[in-house]
């Protein structure tokens, strides 16, 4: 009876003691990544190498604004009269953007404005940029969380 | 041990919290920033509109506002948009569809705040306030006017008020009495019979009808209830007084709104709306015509004479970013209506695009369950919410009321 008295106490403190080294291992884990955030990045195929900014001022909800998107080749030369198309949503919604940007200009110096862009929600989007060039057709998927 | 004993001090925070109501100390810094983001205080002023010069002219608020409650604004004399935007019921009619000359086939709309929207109606079919105020004068089903009356109307009521605000009115002698695009085949011929330049007279004063009644509707505005006061208590880092303090049930409704629930992913900032248009699978109502939402009325905004590109427009076209930059084709908008705002819904039953549900207990559900859509896909996914849960909700909701 003792001993079996025992074996419940012994198996109670086993059992507080595991909850209590996965509360810790819990609580002190590093949080889940989040998306690759980086506004320069070289195309899927690596054709191109590319950058992004917001032409006035971080984004805000709700606002229509503007981006500049920089299309360079690897070797870093300029990008003249490629044809931009512009895509993305939100992943974690399936849905796509709220709007139909465009790129509107070509500013020089391998930059192009993206007019129409909107973010309706906060949270994580993607903006996906397809370039068309001589160099050839690629594209590449920046991630923006708002 | 020292876990055991952790776990107990977890247990016992968790009940002392329950019983001691819903603090601002109980939420996350994360959950915090998205509390004050929701704060009438967040909200920014109003932006100007440079496509109505008028806009914020007092003597055009003030004949808007006349005209706003003129029931002589219609083709029998008994219809206002007051009448179903009722100045005491949050400019709503409690309806499940608006009855103006007839019954309609959507819900009125609550004005508060309207000015802020990009598009107009449930499916966004207008892409002004002021273009939005001529649909419902020439509809059969709500004032039901012709252009031309509205004209004549105007000039011998209000003309002088009129032409102090607008500009000189033209000769309408020779005009029919009741003509437009949208009357009887009587009054189309008439309208189709008139020339250019009269038709695009009438076309002026029209718009600039429409123009006055936005510059009134821009007044519109939320007040402050006790979700903001609360928020602002949050925003402050100090507690909230025990009249502003959410109740436990309060609390945990707006843990879940802006956590598991997910509401916040549209109903968000000070307005609680992402001024989008969304699939959320809401049924259609028997024996309504078919309506496809967001994706039927594309080609009409984009073909309105009144729209931001169209030649009524004042100030530059670089104000027409919204109209020219619109989703156009995706099959997103199939069934999509605009998220609305939900501040003082709890008073203005019933609910969604057509009145369809006639308790937020039963908005809750739907939104809980995510049944399929009639057609598109649904951007729902059925969330796991207990009674308690569901209940939470709709009393958090009440405090977007007090």
């Known amino acids: 009876m003792t001993s079996a008295w025992r074996m419940v106490v012994g198996a109670f403190g086993l059992v507080a003691l595991a909850i209590g080294f996965l509360s810790v291992v819990f609580l002190t884990a590093p949080a889940a990544p989040g998306p690759d955030l980086a506004r320069s990045k070289n195309s899927a195929k690596g054709l191109y190498a590319l950058s992004i900014a917001p032409e006035a001022g971080e984004p805000r909800q709700g606002e229509l604004h503007a981006w500049v998107v920089t299309v360079k080749t690897r070797q870093g030369a300029p990008v003249e009269g490629a044809a931009i198309s512009v895509g993305g949503g939100m992943p974690e919604h399936a849905h796509g953007l709220p709007t139909s940007p465009e790129a509107t200009a070509y500013l020089g110096d391998g930059r192009y404005r993206i007019e129409g862009m909107k973010f309706s929600m906060p949270g994580w989007w993607q903006l996906k940029l397809g370039v068309s060039a001589p160099a050839g057709t690629d594209e590449a998927t920046f991630n923006l969380v708002l | ?402």
């Open chain 2, 1 to 402: 041990m020292a876990g055991g004993l952790l776990t107990n001090l977890i247990a016992a925070a968790t009940i002392t919290a329950a019983l001691a109501g819903c603090s601002e100390a109980d939420f996350t810094d994360a959950e915090k920033r998205t509390i004050v983001s929701m704060s009438l205080s967040a909200l920014a002023p109003l932006a100007s509109d440079p496509t109505n010069s008028f806009a914020d002219d007092p003597g055009a608020a003030a004949l808007g506002a006349t005209l706003f409650f003129d029931t002589g604004m219609s083709r029998d004399g008994n219809v206002a948009c007051g009448t179903c935007h009722k100045i005491d019921r949050q400019f709503q009619d409690d309806l499940p569809r608006g009855v103006g000359v007839g019954e309609t086939n959507r819900r009125t709309m609550p004005l508060a705040g309207v000015a802020r929207d990009p598009f107009f109606f449930w499916d966004g079919r207008r892409d002004s306030l002021w273009s939005q105020a001529l649909v419902p004068l020439e509809n059969v089903l709500e004032h039901a006017g012709t252009r031309t009356a509205y004209a004549h109307y105007l000039k011998r009521r209000f003309g002088e008020r009129y032409e102090r605000i607008f500009r000189p009115l033209p000769d309408l002698s020779t005009l029919p009495a009741s003509a437009g695009p949208f009357g009887t085949p009587a009054e189309k011929a008439a309208w189709a019979g008139m020339s250019d330049a009269q038709r695009e007279g009438v076309d002026r004063i029209f718009s600039d009808i429409g123009k006055a009644i936005a510059a009134f509707e821009r007044s519109l505005v939320h007040g402050k209830t006790r979700f903001d006061r609360f928020a602002d208590a949050v925003a402050q880092g100090r507690a909230p007084s025990a009249e502003d303090a959410l109740s436990a049930e309060e609390g945990q409704g707006l843990r879940l709104f802006i956590g598991k629930a997910n509401c916040s992913t549209c109903h968000t900032g000070p307005r609680f709306t992402d001024n989008h248009f969304h699939n959320t699978a809401v049924p259609p109502v028997a024996g309504l015509p078919a309506d496809r939402g967001r994706i039927a009325v594309v080609d009409e905004v984009l073909a309105d004479p009144f729209n931001c590109v169209g030649k009524f427009r004042d100030g530059g076209e670089e104000a027409c970013g919204e109209l020219r930059f619109m989703q156009k084709s995706s099959p997103e908008l199939v069934r999509a209506y605009k998220t609305p705002s939900l501040r003082n819904v709890a008073g203005r039953p019933p609910y969604m695009h057509a009145g369809q549900f006639a308790t937020l207990e039963q908005v809750v559900n739907h939104y809980a369950t995510a049944p399929k859509s009639v057609e598109g896909e649904s951007e729902i996914h059925a969330v796991a919410l207990s009674e308690g849960e569901r209940a939470a909700l709709v009393a958090f909701l009440k405090t977007l009321s007090d």
